[in-house]
């Protein structure tokens, strides 16, 4: 069966420092991959999504970036974490060509202090 | 004009009641729709497809009507474990992938 890892489940971090979290896919090949940001209060923003290695789409220019070194790993990366930066981060896939929906990880929570 | 827009409620029912939220969409090529369901401090889960024959699965009840650009849930019999958050999600096919727009979500409270 498929499953979606994503790690850590909580960070505080200061302002200026880096942040890179990790997301991977199991039990799959060649997923659509996205990186969500959900700020208090507020629904979910797009924020990366790849269809393959190497391949990253920006929806929101901003502080972060994603990288996808592997077929089922996804990161998500800050040189300088902004205050702004806080808030709920998820990973999550659909299966391309499926006509299911999108499968979240338990997400992190980023607290930038 | 947002893309997905959803009334953010609360919606506050009884236990046993029927509750009925509405979704609409702003780009007529959107290809596929979802309901989500999000616990607070949870990632959202699926909760089901939406399609225009209209879906049904145990209490919830999904339709899709394109011709006016929204999708509906309805939730009969609510239990109190159905209080939670309603994401509607809609897709559209942009460079070969599929990307896909979330409402803010409708918050239903189910009270005894």
């Known amino acids: 069966s498929q499953t979606i890892h994503q790690w850590p489940a909580t960070l505080v971090q200061p302002v200026g420092s880096p942040l890179s979290l990790e997301c991977t896919v199991e039990g799959t090949s060649n997923p659509n991959l996205y990186w969500y940001r959900q700020a208090a209060g507020r629904g979910l923003q797009l924020l990366f999504y790849?269809?393959?290695?190497?391949?990253i789409s920006s929806e929101v220019p901003q502080n972060l970036s994603a990288s996808r070194p592997q077929d089922r790993q996804f990161i998500l990366s800050s040189k300088k974490l902004l205050l702004s930066d806080s808030g709920f981060y998820l990973c999550?896939?659909?299966?391309?060509?499926?006509?299911?929906?999108?499968?979240f990880g338990s997400g992190t929570r980023l607290t930038v202090v | 004009r947002k893309e997905v827009e959803q009334d953010p409620g609360p919606f506050n029912v009884p236990e046993g009641a029927t509750v009925a939220f509405n979704c609409t969409y702003s780009?007529?090529?959107?290809?596929?729709f979802f309901w989500y369901r999000q616990d607070c401090r949870k990632e959202p889960k699926l909760l089901m497809s939406?399609?225009?024959s209209g879906n049904e699965d145990g209490r919830f009840t999904a339709q899709l009507n394109r011709a006016s650009q929204y999708i509906s849930l309805l939730i009969r019999d609510s239990k109190l474990s159905d209080s939670a958050t309603y994401l509607c999600?809609?897709?559209?096919?942009?460079?070969?992938?599929?990307?896909?727009?979330f409402g803010r979500g409708t918050s239903l409270i189910v009270h005894p």
């Open positions: 780009n007529s090529a959107s290809q596929s």
């Open positions: 999550a896939w659909r299966y391309l060509g499926t006509g299911g929906g999108y499968t």
């Open positions: 939406v399609y225009s």
């Open positions: 999600v809609v897709t559209l096919l942009s460079g070969g992938s599929y990307i896909p727009t």
């Open positions: 790849s269809v393959g290695i190497g391949q």
